[in-house]
């Protein structure tokens, strides 16, 4: 499987943006998809989760209420609201190894290349 992201930039903060991640190779529909980001200087952390049926959903507290993620079979979406500096971060979509959501980035199979995401105040 191979995973392309896209929708990345730069923005203001309080604006929003919508990053895409598909999928190509062997299908990936049934199994969970994530985000992760890595801000510099920092570990790469869990942003959001999604399971194979778009039924179940996980977030981080710190994009709760702000992230949607979402996916149209094996194309993963996240619509970013309410921006903020902190959410700067090259931001990696993922295949998981199962159906279900996943918080844990060893619970992923396949990473995507990264797409970045600036927020400027």
């Known amino acids: 499987v191979q995973l392309q992201a896209s929708g990345g930039g730069l923005v203001q903060a309080g604006g929003s943006l919508r990053l895409s991640c598909a999928a190509s190779g062997r299908t990936s529909s049934n199994n969970g998809m994530g985000w992760f980001r890595q801000a510099p200087g920092k570990e790469r952390e869990f942003v959001a989760a999604?399971?194979?049926?778009?039924?179940v959903t996980s977030y981080a507290d710190s994009v709760e209420g702000r992230f949607t993620i979402s996916r149209d079979r094996a194309k993963l979406y996240l619509q970013m609201d309410s921006l903020k500096v902190e959410d700067t971060a090259v931001y990696y979509c993922a295949v998981g190894l199962g159906a279900a959501t996943a918080t844990q980035s060893p619970f992923y199979r396949y990473w995507g290349q990264g797409t970045q995401v600036t927020v400027s105040s």
């Open positions: 999604i399971n194979w049926s778009g039924g």
